[in-house]
């Protein structure tokens, strides 16, 4: 059994480990946004504590407002020290929780959610002022009202996620999987397409890409790209009307559907699909 159990409600969910009981073999999946997300909270009470030492050796009463994160408020650009402190402690724990998510056998892979965020169009590359722009807005919504639920959805930052967990998976041989195509409300279709990564699966030629959903209804475009790449590959998790075996691939969450196909139908496109799956996948 492999569970992502990055929801955002922990407090809902049984431990992904407490179902060592009913199965053989559990793994986790690590959702990267959710550990982004954490890690926001991580960053601010090291900064606070940060700067609270400072204030206790320097004495300096000018600094008091550095003191709290109510301070962090103050308007800043992105050449403030404090401002780019914080957004180093927040990428290195970012880096070092993810670093040992890899290193851990018990964690099968990684999960990006990046199409209901900013979408799939993943850039190759970003410019440190962007994501420190980006940063600011995070940081500052955070500081104002840390009761407030984070979202990760900042694209700059949001890219050099996926980026980075592509160069973790390279190097500890894990796959990441991309939700593609269908999902809720939240998710735009114009960027929920697979052939949006196109570039970014050239650029981690080494790194494993799992499309999830079979991207539907870019299902084409996800056959493509997994046809053409020998590291991308197609799951057919949770699209129910296109998997007859339903029960052994359907994800934990249901979505509704507005038409379905009938058994027979459904029998013959997927034994017709899995033929088509080339012998090395
Ligand atoms: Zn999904």
Known sequence: MLLDDGLGIPEMLIPWDAHASFCATVKRIVRVETEAEVNIQR??????SHFDLSLQKLLLGTFTRLASAHTIQRKTDVGDPYLISAFDIWLRGVDLALTTFAKRPDVIGFKSVVCYRTGLSVSLYEDRENMLQKFHELWTNY?????????????????????????????HKKPLQFHCGMGDRDITLTTASPKH????????PESDIILLHSSYPYTQEAGYLTA????????????????????????LTTHRYSH??????????????????????
């Open 143 to 171: 500081c104002r009202d840390p009761s407030k639920k984070i979202r990760l959805q900042h694209k700059s930052l949001n890219d050099h996620l996926v980026r980075m967990t592509l160069a973790l998976c390279e190097t």
């Open 228 to 251: 053409m790449y020998s590291n991308v590959f197609m799951d057919f998790g949770e699209v129910r009307h296109l998997c007859l075996l339903n029960a052994l691939f359907s994800c």
């Open 43 to 48: 960053a601010q009470k090291q900064f606070v």
């Open 260 to 281: 379905t196909f009938r058994e027979r139908v459904r029998r013959r496109y997927f034994d017709k699909s899995l033929n088509s799956v080339p012998q090395t996948k």
């Open 197 to 204: 990564l196109q570039p970014l699966i050239e650029a981690y």
